[in-house]
């Protein structure tokens, strides 16, 4: 058996659950819309939805001033910064730190894995200031050995003059090197897990691959001979959460953080996070061995 020297996971679903913070955040920045402007709810969530498709984030912070429902607002940007956008910003905050925490387990595993001396990388397909600020919020950032993500989005023209000169001076950064991946390295593409093995100068076969999503996170990992672990746990996503998600995301987003409600397995899955620790000391998949008749003769039976 090879010795492992890395583990690479994937972020969303598998480090947390991403679907029980951006649910009730994405809403409640909603009903703080509703209540400043006044605007049909209707309007303010298919404008959003159309500037996050856009993006391609859910996350994308500047989404109100970026709306054309918002456009003519924008001619005093100040009046409207402080009256509909930061009290939005705020109510996001507010339910993201509330509702955004790490499975059971996951800051202790991390840490285990560094003590064992492997190297910790994150491979995810959020873009970089989305996973750089869950990181930082979650404090697993110092963790890793590097992160690799999809391209940052870039300030919109109108902007909180505060929070451009905090993002000029690295404030939103997470403690980690960030790598920025083309936008084409999107996962199931084997290309962003080829790159961080080119910078650790690994083979696949050194390195343990996890992810929550059978469609997207394991083939990358066969096609770089990747031990590939399921978190099957991060596909556990209830109907409810799963509705209300629609509503306020665009599907195409949605598809990359979520994995869709799908029959295909992977033999190697586990139920927690911490079992990376039990694969890495070689517990696998392996099939029930079949109950051979003559064995089960000679058994004396109890009376
Ligand atoms: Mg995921």
Redesign the pocket.
């Known amino acids: 058996m090879p010795s492992h020297r890395a583990v690479v996971t ?5 480090l947390y659950p ?1 679907v029980d913070y951006v649910v009730p955040s994405l809403e409640a920045m909603v009903d703080s819309l509703v209540a400043t402007t006044g605007l049909p709810r209707i309007r303010i969530v298919q404008s959003l939805k159309a500037v996050y498709a856009k993006f391609e984030s859910n996350e994308y912070p500047f989404a109100i001033q970026e709306s054309e429902l918002f456009k003519p607002y924008e001619a005093d940007f100040d009046s409207f910064n402080a009256l509909v956008i930061d009290p939005a910003r705020l109510a996001f905050k507010a339910a993201r730190d509330r509702y955004l925490h790490p499975y059971p387990g996951v800051k202790e595993t991390l840490q285990a894995v560094k003590a064992r001396g492997l190297k910790l990388v994150a491979l ?2 959020a873009p970089r200031n989305a996973a750089e600020g869950r990181l930082r919020t979650l404090k697993l950032d110092t963790l890793f050995d590097a992160v690799y993500t999809l391209p940052a989005y870039p300030l919109p023209d109108h902007v909180d003059p505060e929070i451009r000169r905090k993002e000029e001076a690295g404030h939103y950064r997470a403690g980690v090197e960030v790598v920025e991946l083309p936008a084409d390295h999107e996962k199931p593409s084997p290309a962003g897990l080829r790159r961080v093995l080119r910078d650790l100068s690994l083979r696949g076969d050194q390195v343990l691959y996890v ?3 059978v469609t ?2 394991m083939p990358v990992a066969e096609a770089c001979g990747a031990l590939g672990v399921w ?1 099957e746990y ?1 596909t556990y996503v209830s109907k409810e959460y799963r509705d209300r998600l629609q509503v306020i995301s665009a599907g195409a987003v949605t598809r990359r ?3 869709d409600a799908t029959p295909t397995r992977w033999p190697l899955a586990i139920s927690s996070f911490t079992q990376v620790l039990e694969v890495l000391d070689g517990a696998r998949w392996s099939r029930p061995a079949p109950r051979r008749r003559s064995a089960r003769a000679r058994t004396p039976r109890r009376r």
């Open positions: 994937d972020l969303d679903n598998t991403w995810t397909d992810g929550d999503n997207k996170d978190a991060g953080h979520v994995a």
